[in-house]
DNA sequence: CACTGGATCTGTGTATCCACTTATCCAATC
DNA sequence: GATTGGATAAGTGGATACACAGATCCAGTG
C-alpha cells in the first residue's frame, strides 16, 4: 500500500488526481523542499500533462497547509516554523485522544492482536530506514482511530500526520533509532486493554505530547 | 466586517479569490443548498470571469469540504448527515477546549470587558435576524481564540464554524429566540475569570456539546 | 417492462494567446 | 563602492477555442 492521502483524493479528476498524488508524495518524501518554488509548467511536463491540472492540485494543496500561493508570486512548499510544529502537534494530541475515546468502545480481542501485529512490522522497520518506520508508525495509529467511525475525523488526523511527516522522517533518519517505540506504543495497547476510556485518551494526548517535545528538543538547540 | 474565511483568502490571485468568497458566502448564507448543482459555466458569468477561476475556487471549497466534486460529474454543495453535525461538533469541543486552555493565561481584565461588551451585542442581535445572531456568536467565540497565538488551530476552528454554518442559521431560524444565549456564555465569561484553566476549559466543551445536543434534538424527530 | 443503443450534454484536459506582475541584471549616478 | 533606475526576461493569471470521454436521457426494441 502506498501513502495515504490528506484529502479525498477521489475529489477530482484523473488528471488532477494524479497531479495532486504526484506533489503530495513529492512534498510527504521530502523530494519537494520547505520553500522550493513549484512551477506549473515543470510540473507539467514532468508527468505529462498542460498546466490547469497541476494548478488545480496547487488549490487543493495550499487549502491541506501543504504548499502556499502568493498572488502573483506562484507556489512554494509550506515550511513550518518551531511554533507551528508544536501547535501541530498540541492540535493532534486533542483530536487523536478524542479518536481514541470513540474507537476504544469499538475495540474487541481481534483488534488488540491486530495492534500488536502493526507494533512489530514498526518495530521491523524501525531498524531499517527511516522513512518506512514513519509509515508504520502512522499505520499503527490509523488501525486505532480507523475503529471510531468518525471520517471527518479520521481526515483531519491524516492531514496532519502529512503535515509533519517530513519532518519525522528527517528527525527520525537523525536519532536513526526507533526511540522507545516498543516501550511507548506497548503501553498505548497495554490502557486500551484495560478499557478505561479517560485513561486511554490521557495515554494517548501524553505520547503525542512527548514526541512533540522529543522533536523540538532535537530541534531547538541545532538549528539555531 | 463581512464574512471571515475558512481557509486564507489570500491564497489565490484576484479573480480565484472573488469567485472563492461569492461561493463561499453563498454556502455560508444558504444561497447555495445542499445537493445544489454548481456549474462552472453559470457562476462565471454570474460574476463576470471565465471558467477557469472557478474551478480553481471549486478545488478550494471542496478541501474545506464544503462542496463535493465528483469525477465527471461536477460539483455540488455538499450536506451534513446527523452524524457528520455531531461529529463537527465533537471536534470542536476539543479544538475549542485547547483553545481556551490556550487563551486563558493571555486573558486581561481588559479581554473579560471586551467578552461582556461582545455578548451584548449578541443579545441585541438576537432579537432580531438569525444569520446575524450566527455571525455575532461566531465573533464571540473568535475573541476568545484569538488570543491563543495558535493561527493553525483558529483557521481550523473557523472551518468547521462555517461547515456548520447553514445548519446553525436553519436552526436559529426556526427556534428564533436566542436559546439560554446569555447564561450559557456568561457562564464561560465567568470560568474565565476565575482563572481556572482545567475548569474553563470543561465549560466550553460543555457548552459545545450542549449546543450539538440541542441541534439534534431539534432535527433528529423532525426530519425522521 | 427491462434492456439496448444512440443523441446530447457537460465535465475535463489541451493548446494557444495575451496582459500584467515580479524578478533579474546591468549600467548610470551619487 | 553602494545605490538607484530602467530595460529585459520569466512566470503568473486569465480568456478562448477545441477535442474527447463519461454521464444522462430517451426512444425504440425485444
Same mark, same amino acid.
Given at each position: 500500500m502506498p501513502l495515504s492521502f490528506a484529502t479525498d483524493p477521489s475529489a477530482g479528476s484523473t488528471a488532477e488526481q494524479e497531479a495532486y498524488r504526484h506533489l503530495l508524495q513529492g512534498v510527504r518524501e521530502g523530494r519537494y523542499r520547505a520553500g522550493d518554488r513549484l512551477i506549473p509548467e515543470d510540473i507539467a511536463t514532468e508527468i505529462g500533462m498542460s498546466r490547469m491540472p497541476v494548478r488545480e492540485a496547487?488549490?487543493?494543496?495550499?487549502?491541506?497547509?501543504?504548499?502556499?500561493?502568493?498572488p502573483n508570486r506562484g507556489c512554494v512548499v509550506a515550511g513550518l516554523t518551531l511554533d507551528e510544529i508544536s501547535e501541530t502537534f498540541e492540535m493532534r494530541s486533542v483530536l487523536e485522544g478524542l479518536a481514541v475515546r470513540c474507537a476504544l468502545?469499538?475495540?474487541?480481542?481481534?483488534?488488540?492482536?491486530?495492534?500488536?501485529?502493526?507494533?512489530?512490522?514498526?518495530?521491523?522497520?524501525?531498524?531499517?530506514?527511516?522513512?518506512?518506520?514513519?509509515?508504520r508508525h502512522?499505520? #499503527?495509529?490509523?488501525?486505532?482511530?480507523? $475503529? =471510531?467511525? +468518525?471520517?471527518?475525523?479520521?481526515?483531519? &488526523?491524516? *492531514? %496532519?500526520?502529512?503535515?509533519?511527516?517530513?519532518?519525522?522522517?528527517?528527525? #527520525?533518519?537523525?536519532?536513526?533509532?526507533? $526511540? =522507545?517505540? +516498543?516501550?511507548?506504543?506497548?503501553?498505548? &495497547?497495554? *490502557? %486500551?486493554?484495560?478499557?478505561?476510556v479517560k485513561a486511554a485518551e490521557a495515554?494517548?494526548?501524553?505520547?503525542?505530547?512527548?514526541t512533540a517535545a522529543l522533536l523540538a528538543d532535537y530541534a531547538s538547540p541545532d538549528r539555531r
Open positions: 496547487f488549490r487543493r494543496l495550499a487549502a491541506d497547509g501543504l504548499v502556499l500561493i502568493r468502545p469499538q475495540m474487541t480481542a481481534d483488534s488488540f492482536d491486530e495492534l500488536e501485529r502493526l507494533l512489530d512490522r514498526m518495530e521491523r522497520a524501525g531498524a531499517a530506514s527511516g522513512g518506512d518506520w514513519v509509515l502512522q499505520e #499503527f495509529h490509523a488501525a486505532i482511530y480507523n $475503529l =471510531s467511525r +468518525r471520517p471527518k475525523l479520521i481526515r483531519q &488526523i491524516n *492531514a %496532519l500526520h502529512v503535515v509533519i511527516e517530513p519532518y519525522m522522517r528527517i528527525w #527520525f533518519d537523525y536519532v536513526n533509532k526507533p $526511540l =522507545s517505540a +516498543r516501550d511507548e506504543h506497548q503501553g498505548l &495497547i497495554d *490502557a %486500551l486493554r484495560a478499557g478505561d495515554v494517548m494526548q501524553d505520547h503525542i505530547l512527548g
